[in-house]
């Protein structure tokens, strides 16, 4: 499999083209504004619908997050911020297109690599804390049945079970994959790249 990993733009790993021609400064605002006026050339966009998706998600842990990240020492690393907001690029791309059964043989239906990984993004929504930076699926999923790897990387809240949070994560990723996508899980492998302080409110059991 081909990984496009390049960082384009500002260090974003994706270009304007790639949320048609908008940019992720250009979706915070707009969420910030509460999406109105309502812009047609973002909403109609399945590229921006799956960033402002994932930008409510880590925003829904609160601004606590981000003076936390910016208050931090500098490391020779990116932030982790930064890494998931560069997964949210990358992920808005739609990718490869992955086949779907049909009934009839003239029928041609398919879901995007990008969609796929907006499901497993969302998949993190179920576990208290947990965010999802980057995902990648290893494999060909434009053959159907052909085996393919889910590869997570995500950031869990200190003082919580890592072992019990990334098996409800990868349960949550199964469950939603089984249900939407018809691809030949043979593996889902989640790395646990940062253990942070979770702010007031960002976690309650669910």
């Not at 200190?158 to 249900?179: A, M, N, S």
Request: charged fraction near 30%; glycine fraction near 12%.
């Amino acid at each position: 499999m081909t990984r496009d990993d390049s960082t384009g733009s500002g260090g974003l790993g994706f270009e304007p083209e790639d949320l048609d021609g908008h940019t992720m400064d250009e979706l915070g605002d707009y969420l910030d504004a509460g999406r109105t006026p309502a812009d047609p050339s973002i909403d109609a966009s399945p590229g921006c619908r799956i960033a402002l998706d994932a930008l409510e998600r880590l925003r829904r842990l609160g601004p606590a997050l981000l003076d936390q990240d910016t208050a931090a020492e500098p490391q020779a690393d990116e932030s982790w911020v930064r890494s998931i907001i560069n997964g949210i690029a990358r992920d808005a791309r739609a990718g490869r297109r992955i086949p779907l059964s049909v009934a009839e043989p003239d029928d041609d239906l398919g879901i995007t690599e990008g969609a796929v990984r907006g499901l497993i993004r969302s998949a993190g929504d179920a576990v208290p804390g947990v965010l999802i930076g980057r995902c990648r699926l290893d494999g060909d999923v434009t053959i159907p049945g052909a085996p393919i790897r889910i590869d997570v990387e995500a950031s869990v809240p200190y003082g919580l079970p890592i072992v019990r949070l990334t098996q409800r994560l990868r349960t949550e990723i199964g469950d939603r994959l089984r249900t939407h996508a018809e691809l030949n899980i043979a593996g889902i492998d989640i790395v646990v790249h940062d253990v942070r302080d979770l702010p007031k409110g960002g976690g309650d059991e669910r």
